[in-house]
């Protein structure tokens, strides 16, 4: 963040942060051993990703560059020559829809619902208004457009805190059966796809959960931005690697034919093989979209 300030302040040309890992990854790569660097991104990208989990990069970095319009270029102290990530305010025509997974552990989802919700004004306000009070935030908020239920994301820590706090701003409508309840779910966790390309390609969304559906993943809570960068949802935290591992699949890898490999004998000529499949296996992805196991 201070050297964001300083290259906002010098107008520099680049800002370069030099961190323990080769670039933003499409996926956290302790769960996913697919995933690879994202070659570039857009500071709306990076910002949501790094709001969402991805913890490269300390969001508020990007605010002083982003108004200056200097790009960002993440590069590994411990892998110099990685190509690392470069992360820029133009938007990159013909670059995948989705960029990136992320995903938030140990997720609470409360719900305050009633039908004397309905076209009643500043539910919503006061409610927020309760958790900030306590000095909490929400990172995800879904409502049906019939009003008469709102579903809030906050972390496990504070959802005890989160629930007492609403429970008491609505304590009258509880009471008087204007609001049934505030109900909290725990274990769960919050997934988020994310990529700007998303507005542009139809069929995203239905692709996300026509994927979760065919491997039996059932989504709790649904979100989408108006700028429809970023579709989050939120899942048993039970189902959180099986539903990382299924869409990174479908949206990163189904582009590569992939070919298993078996081999008996690993002495001389057996152990070059190896060697020359290893040395080649980017080349291969890139230029011939095969990856080879």
């Known amino acids: 963040y201070t050297a964001a300030i300083i290259a906002a302040s010098l107008n520099a040309e680049v800002l370069e942060i030099w961190t323990d890992v080769d670039g933003f990854m499409t996926a956290d790569p302790r769960i996913i051993s697919s995933a690879y660097v994202i070659p570039e991104l857009t500071f709306i990208e990076a910002m949501e990703l790094s709001n969402f989990g991805a913890k490269v990069l300390y969001p508020p970095t990007i605010y002083p560059v982003y108004h200056a319009n200097i790009p960002i270029y993440i590069k590994n102290t411990f892998n110099p020559s990685a190509k690392g990530t470069f992360i820029t305010r133009e938007h990159l025509a013909g670059s995948k829809p989705i960029k990136g997974i992320s995903s938030i552990n140990d997720t609470c989802l409360i719900t305050v619902e009633g039908l004397g919700m309905v076209g009643v ?3 919503g306000g006061r409610l927020f208004k309760a958790i900030a009070n306590e000095g909490i935030s929400a990172f995800f908020l879904s409502q049906a457009s019939s009003e008469n239920t709102i579903s809030i994301g906050v972390n496990e820590s504070v959802s005890e805190k989160a629930v007492a706090a609403i ?35 139809p069929g995203i969304s239905g692709k996300l959960f026509s994927t979760l559906g065919r491997n039996g993943i059932s989504v709790i809570g649904i979100a ?27 949206f990163f890898l189904s582009e590569y034919q992939e070919l298993n490999i078996f081999q008996v004998g690993t002495g001389t000529v057996g152990g070059s093989l190896l060697e ?18």
């Open 121 to 123: 004004s500043g539910i």
């Open 167 to 201: 429970s008491a701003e609505f304590d009258y409508e509880l009471k008087n059966g204007i609001l049934n309840h505030v109900k909290s779910e725990h274990n769960l966790a919050t997934v988020a796809i994310v990529g700007e390309n998303m507005k542009r390609t």
């Open 224 to 250: 989408q931005g108006a700028s429809e960068t970023n579709i989050s949802f939120v899942v048993s935290q039970d189902n959180l690697k099986k539903t990382l591992n299924t869409l990174h699949e479908s």
């Open 276 to 293: 020359q499949i290893c040395m080649q296996q980017e080349k291969l992805k890139e230029q011939n979209h095969v990856k080879i196991n």
